[in-house]
């Protein structure tokens, strides 16, 4: 069980919630082997996904594993919803509550709109990602990965290269990796890293190829040109130079190191095509590990036989 209703932020969370979070997962990998891929578990309750920005992985992941669980999963996407129409968050989420759904995944493009849904509705709020803040299941996806591909994520030295100021992926993982012990190294230029890079609690570096050969992880994030306010960099082929990770790059790193994105990517711009699709990315475990962890949430927050959490 864990200690929290909602997964809001990484933050927030206790070391203990995100190992019995990756531990549970290690058990719904197994299910996601079998030829019959269903648990009765969680049989009558009700999952929305409410997905108001773009996802193709993201929202995917939490349906399949909503369904996975016999869950019933309902999904709207900003088209599909009354938001469309003019409706605030607050009403959707009154129309909601009112159905007695169980759990409502939320993406938005405001930071802390699952906290305002979590203030009025009763249901179990998990943060599919908002705005440039926090995207907590991406963050325990992404330890659970490490923790297979490299035995362990004590002292593990994990680069996270490119588009930190913009990136709710770096939000999560930041706080993720230093709760087991891990210790997160930001890398990027300077346009692209926070105001106050110092109280990120991570090691700040501006140029990559100085520390890659220190790193175990090779964390490479995507510009997120759609939220940046004018070019943050020169060209696409200069970021690519200074930050992508390429055959070259990969032969000046230890030979272990693993190389991760969050997706989608953009080949050729932070990630050479054949980086992407060799065995050291770990892309695809990184997909398949989602579906895993989300139906760990899930079990955890919904909770299978006694019905909750411990909170
Ligand atoms: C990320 C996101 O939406 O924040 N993608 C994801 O959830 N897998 C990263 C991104 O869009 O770059």
Do not use: W
């Not at 909503?66 to 019933?72: F, I």
């Not at 469309?84 to 509550?97: C, I, N, P, Q, W």
């Not at 849904?117 to 599919?128: F, K, P, T």
């Amino acid at each position: 069980m864990l200690s929290c209703k909602h997964i809001m932020t990484v933050s927030d969370m206790t070391t203990k919630d995100i190992t019995t979070i990756l531990d549970t997962a290690e058990s719904f990998m197994e299910v996601n082997e079998r030829r019959i891929k269903k648990l009765p578990t969680l049989r009558g309750r009700t999952v929305v996904n409410l997905f108001l920005e773009p996802s193709t992985r993201t929202r995917t992941s939490f349906e399949i594993a909503s369904k996975r669980l016999s869950a019933d999963a309902i999904n709207f996407t900003a088209s599909s919803s009354a938001t469309v129409k003019g409706e605030s968050l607050r009403d959707t989420a009154k129309t909601l509550s009112a159905m007695a759904c169980d759990m409502v995944v939320i993406r938005h493009k405001y930071a802390g709109a699952p906290q305002m849904l979590a203030e009025c509705m009763d249901a179990h709020i998990v943060n599919g990602g908002d705005g440039m803040h926090e995207h907590p299941t991406q963050a325990l996806l992404d330890l659970f990965t490490m923790r297979r591909s490299l035995g362990r994520l004590e002292g593990l030295r994990v680069g996270i290269v490119g588009d930190i100021c913009h990136s709710r992926v770096a939000g999560s993982l930041v706080p993720a990796l230093r709760a087991v012990g891990a210790t997160p190294i930001v890398i990027g230029p300077p346009t692209l890293m926070p105001a106050r890079p110092d109280i990120l609690g991570a090691e700040v570096v501006y140029a990559l190829d100085g520390v890659l050969p220190t790193l175990d992880v090779a964390y490479m994030l995507r510009v997120q040109f759609e939220r940046a306010e004018a070019m943050p960099i020169p060209s696409n082929r200069e970021y690519a130079k200074l930050y992508g990770m390429n055959g070259k790059r990969l032969a000046a790193a230890r030979p272990e190191m693993i190389v991760m994105h969050p997706g989608p990517m953009n080949r050729g711009v932070e990630i050479s095509s054949d980086v992407a699709d060799s065995p050291r990315s770990v892309v695809l475990d990184q997909v398949n590990a989602g579906v895993a962890v989300r139906m760990a949430v899930m079990y955890l927050l919904l909770g299978g036989e006694d019905g909750g959490v411990a909170a």
